[in-house]
């Protein structure tokens, strides 16, 4: 194969990978606007979504991208060894590691040194938010609630 045909190769499975990559959030999007459309068609409206604030999200993220930094760190450390031009090996390959070990620990430090109070009142105030825009109380998925057959016994009741 010749140099040409290896760019023309290359360039056509990063075109690739990329329209696949665009494909799937288009049709993500798509079936979301099917979704609307058949709401709306029964007269129904989709409520909105509304995040919960706490907090733990942020920890979350933070210990993936710290560990993830500090794995980077680890890795790209010997890089300097092998040459000692650098103070302790430490060259500027390492910031690739170095960024998201501090990232991370700036988020678990946000989770930690957050008040706690404000936070639960913050998600209070959407909560009631929400429920003035949807004209009542709002279903939350994937709380642990006790499930009840109301419409079952209403439904005995007939």
Not at 7 to 29: K, Q
Not at 58 to 68: C, N
Not at 90 to 110: E, H, K, N, Q
Not at 137 to 147: A, I, K, L, M, S
């Amino acid at each position: 194969m010749g140099s040409n045909e290896v760019a023309i190769f290359m360039c056509g499975g990063v075109g690739g990978v990329l329209g696949l990559f665009i494909g799937a959030i288009v049709l993500v999007r798509w079936i979301a606007y099917r979704e609307t459309i058949a709401l709306a068609e029964k007269g129904l409206v989709r409520p909105r979504k509304l995040p919960r604030l706490n907090g733990k999200r942020t920890l979350r993220w933070g210990i993936v991208i710290g560990a993830l930094g500090f794995a980077l760190t680890l890795g790209l450390w010997p890089l300097g060894l092998r040459s000692m031009k650098y103070v302790l090996g430490f060259g500027p390959w390492m910031l690739f590691g170095l960024i998201p070990l501090f990232f991370g620990i700036s988020l678990v430090l946000v989770y930690v040194l957050a008040d706690k109070d404000e936070i639960e009142h913050k998600a209070a105030e959407e909560d009631q938010f929400a429920e003035l825009a949807v004209g009542g109380p709002v279903e939350t998925f994937g709380e642990d609630e006790e499930e009840t057959d109301a419409p079952a016994e209403e439904a005995a009741e007939e």
